[in-house]
């Protein structure tokens, strides 16, 4: 089984940051991607940024050039550091990774309970 363990969300005003972290452990044969969602109340959740075993990113055109999405292989983290933040930022971020538990399976995706980031105006 794998587990995604989320921090580093909260209050904070308009135009400050805050930087998540995602720690993932467990039974890891490959770990193809991990990434960031959130979901506003009343909304379907999306894509915030992913980057992939190969260190490629995505982002959501809503956050391009304010936050970066980063990794550390060795300590099998995501970070996600957001700056310039909007009120329309505040949601509960949620981590995803893609993770073969072995070589012989499927990628499965994995998700964290999640982290209430608000924004204040």
Do not use: H
């Not at 506003?40 to 980057?51: D, T, Y």
């Not at 990628?107 to 309970?113: A, I, N, P, R």
């Amino acid at each position: 089984q794998v587990q995604l363990a989320e921090s580093g969300g909260g209050l904070v005003q308009a135009g400050g940051s805050l930087r998540l972290s995602c720690a993932a452990s467990g039974r890891i044969f490959r770990l193809n991607s991990m990434g960031w969602y959130r979901q506003a109340p009343g909304k379907q959740r999306e894509l915030v940024a992913v980057i992939r075993s190969g260190v490629s990113t995505d982002y959501a055109d809503s956050v391009k050039g304010r936050f970066t999405i980063s990794r550390d292989n060795a300590k099998i983290t995501v970070y996600l550091q957001m700056n310039s933040l909007k009120p329309e930022d505040t949601a509960v971020y949620y981590c995803n990774a893609e993770i073969m538990a072995s070589f012989k399976s499927n990628s499965q995706g994995y998700w964290g309970q999640g982290t209430q980031v608000t924004v204040s105006s």
